[in-house]
Each structure stands twice: as structure tokens, then as C-alpha cells.
């Protein structure tokens, strides 16, 4: 029997996001053998997915982790860009504390891994349109602390950075393509007698003895980035 129009007007909006279509139809099957459900779609990558929510006024967003074009969390982002305040809800084979404490920092309102039971799926779709939280709070500490590191990270990386002139920071990444004294000096269109005093103040500033140890500590330190050719 086919829903009117009212009824479904009423009911719960769901929007699946999942990239394996037998998992996809299997989800469906279970949300629409609920009365007070509608699937309003069923897309496959985090880009269809924030365009759907919008245009289907999705009220939960039921997506795996793993998307074909970028990452869970990237998408509940534009999610919400494009959907305003649109309940996210984790479905995904992996189980790992990270992708947990990535779901909490996405806002997500549970996370349920591919064991979870069809009960388990409808009644977290269902608490989560009611704002309901279902991940473990044990582990928002644990991500509020991990936030904390990053920040603390970030602001150690600024004071280091604050410490050189933009002048030594093109030496120090000069140095870290292996560019001589002479090569260096060219490149910067400075004298060779200016591009070793820049030299020697990095190997002072970075407290080490050798232009390979200065690369190595600013890499550490995160003022340079070595790429693998």
C-alpha cells in the first residue's frame, strides 16, 4: 500500500548514503518497513549527499564512514553547509577509537558499526532525529583532550615559525631540496656571503651543528615539509 502524500509529508526523512548498492537496498528495506519512515534517497559520495539532504530536507543523514570521494566527517560538513542542522548518523565497518573520536568532531550523533542490528539502526535514526547522543560519553573526553593536543601543536608550530624571517624559512627549504651555497645564493638573488650568514643563524636558532641537522630539525619541528620525490 502506497503512503498519501500527508503521511508521508509526516514522517521521518532519512537519507542513505552508501557506496555498496546491496547494503544500500538492505538499509532501505529496514527504515521503510517502518511506518513513520521515508527514505528520501539513496546516493553514493559526500557531494551527492549534501546536494540530497538540501533538495529532500532529509531530517537524518544515515552514511558510511568511508565515502568513494572523501571521508565521513568532510561530508557531514558540507552536509550541513547545504542542510542546516541535519542529524548524522555513522554506519561503517570501522570500528577504530579514531574514526570514533572523527565521528564526535563531525558532530555526529551515533555511530554504529556493520554489526549492528536492524532494532539497533531504526532506533538510533529514530533518537537521532530527536537529538538524541548515543556515542559512549567516555569518549568525548578523550576527543576534547585530543582537540586540546592539536591546538597545542599548532600554536608550538606558530611560535617556532615566529622565531625565523620568511628570508631563512626559503633557505631552510632550499637547503631541504639539496641546494648548494652557490645554487641557493641564485635562486634567492642574494650574495653568497648573505646566503651563508642565513645559513648560520638557522643553525644556531635550530641549536644544531650541520645543514643536515638543521633540515632535519625544522621537518621536526614542522617549519619545512620533505617530500618523497
Given at each position: ?8 509529508e ?8 552508501q557506496d555498496h548498492p ?13 511506518a ?8 553514493r559520495t ?6 540530497a ?8 543523514v544515515?552514511?558510511d564512514?568511508?565515502?568513494?570521494d ?6 557531514a560538513e ?16 570501522d ?24 532494532d539497533?539502526i ?6 537521532a532525529?530527536r537529538g538524541d547522543?548515543?556515542i559512549?560519553?567516555?569518549?568525548f573526553a ?7 593536543m ?13 622565531q ?6 626559503d ?6 631540496q639539496g641546494?648548494?651555497?652557490d645554487?641557493?645564493s641564485q ?13 648560520r ?29
Amino acid at each position: 500500500m502506497e503512503r498519501s502524500n500527508d503521511a508521508e509529508e509526516a514522517s521521518l526523512r532519512v537519507l542513505i548514503v552508501q557506496d555498496h548498492p546491496m547494503l544500500a537496498s538492505a538499509i532501505e528495506r529496514i527504515l521503510e518497513s517502518e511506518a513513520d519512515f521515508t527514505v528520501c534517497g539513496i546516493v553514493r559520495t559526500g557531494a551527492d549527499a549534501a546536494v540530497a539532504a538540501a533538495r529532500e530536507h532529509a531530517a537524518v543523514v544515515l552514511m558510511d564512514f568511508h565515502l568513494p570521494d572523501m571521508t565521513g566527517p568532510a561530508a557531514a560538513e558540507l552536509i550541513r553547509e547545504a542542510a542546516g542542522q541535519v542529524a548524522i548518523v555513522f554506519h561503517s565497518a570501522d570500528d577504530s577509537e579514531a574514526a570514533l573520536l572523527d565521528a564526535i568532531d563531525a558532530g555526529a550523533t551515533a555511530y554504529l558499526t556493520k554489526s549492528a542490528t536492524p532494532d539497533q539502526i531504526v532506533e538510533a535514526v529514530i533518537r537521532a532525529s530527536r537529538g538524541d547522543v548515543l556515542i559512549p560519553v567516555s569518549l568525548f573526553a578523550k576527543a576534547v583532550a585530543r582537540q586540546r593536543m592539536a591546538v597545542a601543536k599548532q600554536q608550538d608550530h606558530d611560535r617556532r615559525v615566529a622565531q625565523f624571517t620568511a628570508r631563512e624559512l626559503d633557505v631552510l627549504n632550499l637547503l631541504a631540496q639539496g641546494l648548494d651555497t652557490d645554487a641557493m645564493s641564485q635562486r634567492l638573488g642574494i650574495a653568497i656571503h648573505t646566503t651563508e650568514w642565513h645559513v648560520r643563524h638557522l643553525i644556531e636558532k635550530l641549536d644544531v651543528h650541520s645543514k643536515l641537522q638543521a633540515v632535519i630539525a625544522a621537518a621536526r619541528f614542522g617549519l619545512i615539509d620533505l617530500q618523497e620525490e
